[in-house]
Each structure stands twice: as structure tokens, then as C-alpha cells.
T-cell receptor, first 114, second 111 residues
Framework: NAGVTQTPKFRILKIGQSMTLQCAQD?????MYWYRQDPGMGLKLIYY???????DKGEVPNGYNVSRSTTEDFPLRLELAAPSQTSVYFC?????????????FGEGSWLTVV | AQKVTQAQTEISVVEKEDVTLDCVYE???????LFWYKQPPSGELVFLIR??????QNEISGRYSWNFQKSTSSFNFTITASQVVDSAVYFC????????FGDGTTLTVKP
């Protein structure tokens, strides 16, 4: 089973460039999430989606955009990359929105902005 | 909403020692869930256990055990006879998905 797949795994961006982190899940999960993890820190929620066509902001949404046109895909867009966005990005999904759902994480995308 | 606190930022032990990672939570919910995840040096996040608030029974899985005590709002994780491969960051996390994780506890097991 593929689970949650993120691409690319590594990327170096120059300040001001734009890019999209791709995320796909094949588990037919309704809920999808994007987190960032700065060095030595925990995960902070950027955006989440409860289903196709529905997205909402998390704790740290500034500088990012998302879309959810299908159940499977949840891309994260960085419009004008800044050094503060250097981080590891994790995409995740859950079957539903109840508290007990297990979160399935992708393997992470390491992004460096120089 | 829930909040978890992992007061131990870093722990270092020698192989074969037992080690306990502390997690204290705060909640006003009567029903809630708590999770433990492991993040090895390779970076991926590995699900370890989920516990709901109705189930205070301790759980043992091989060298891992979890002690959930509502009276002290704690959900501690013990590794028995630690091994070098246990070196990782361990996160105690509240309910799924929309919660922000804490900063975790970095465990280093030395040979």
C-alpha cells in the first residue's frame, strides 16, 4: 500500500521563487493535513481539508496556499519563498475527523530556501 | 481542546537501561484520545499507540509499555532494555489531525 505519498523529498529554492509540494493518498481518507516541522521542534499545522473543495487554515498558514480538487490530492503552494520557510513538511491524512483517528503521515519533504 | 507537555527535552541513556518518557496532558473533554509517535533520525513519523480516555489499562508491547493515569493526567511511555535503535524523537500528541504537536523528547541510547 502506498499510503501517503509526498513529492519532492528534497528541494532547494531561492528567495522569491514559488513551488508546489505534492501530496496524494490512496486510502480514501476525507481529512488531509499539512504540517511543518522546524529543527528541534514539533509539528505545526499549516492547513487542513475535510473533503474535496473544503480547506481551512491551521496554526501557521501565512505564506502558503492549498487546494483540494479531489479526495486523493492535497497540494501545498509556496508563492514567494522566504528563508523562514526552510523546514520539513509533512502531509498526513485521517479517515474522518473524530479525535481517535490514526494519522497517516507521508515521509516528509525537506525544503531549504536560500 | 487539548494540550500536552513533554517536560523532558532530551534524555540520554546507556544501552539496556530502562527509560521512561513523560507526557502530561490538559483537557476539558470527557472523551479524548492520546497518541505516541516516534521520529527516528531518518525523519519519518511512526505511529506507536493510541489510547482513549475510557481505557486506563496499561499496555505492553514487547519492550514498550504505556502507563495511562487519568488521576495525574499522565500518559507515560517506558522502554525496557533500551537499544541504540530506540534513539529517536518521541512525540506525545493529542487528538488526531488538527492538533499541534509538542516539541517531543529526544532520546539518545548510547552503546
Amino acid at each position: 500500500n502506498a499510503g501517503v505519498t509526498q513529492t519532492p523529498k528534497f528541494r532547494i529554492l531561492k528567495i522569491g521563487q514559488s513551488m508546489t509540494l505534492q501530496c496524494a493518498q490512496d486510502m480514501n481518507h476525507n481529512y488531509m493535513y499539512w504540517y511543518r516541522q522546524d529543527p528541534g521542534m514539533g509539528l505545526k499545522l499549516i492547513y487542513y481539508s475535510v473533503g474535496a473543495g473544503i480547506t481551512d487554515k491551521g496554526e501557521v498558514p501565512n505564506g502558503y496556499n492549498v487546494s483540494r480538487s479531489t479526495t486523493e490530492d492535497f497540494p501545498l503552494r509556496l508563492e514567494l519563498a522566504a528563508p523562514s520557510q526552510t523546514s520539513v513538511y509533512f502531509c498526513a491524512s485521517t479517515l474522518g475527523g473524530t479525535a481517535g483517528n490514526t494519522i497517516y503521515f507521508g515521509e516528509g519533504s525537506w525544503l531549504t530556501v536560500v | 481542546a487539548q494540550k500536552v507537555t513533554q517536560a523532558q527535552t532530551e534524555i540520554s541513556v546507556v544501552e539496556k537501561e530502562d527509560v521512561t518518557l513523560d507526557c502530561v496532558y490538559e483537557t476539558r473533554d470527557t472523551t479524548y484520545y492520546l497518541f505516541w509517535y516516534k521520529q527516528p533520525p531518518s525523519g519519518e513519523l511512526v505511529f506507536l499507540i493510541r489510547r482513549n480516555s475510557f481505557d486506563e489499562q496499561n499496555e505492553i508491547s514487547g519492550r514498550y509499555s504505556w502507563n495511562f493515569q487519568k488521576s495525574t493526567s499522565s500518559f507515560n511511555f517506558t522502554i525496557t532494555a533500551s537499544q541504540v535503535v530506540d534513539s529517536a524523537v518521541y512525540f506525545c500528541a493529542p487528538n488526531a489531525g488538527k492538533s499541534t504537536f509538542g516539541d517531543g523528547t529526544t532520546l539518545t541510547v548510547k552503546p
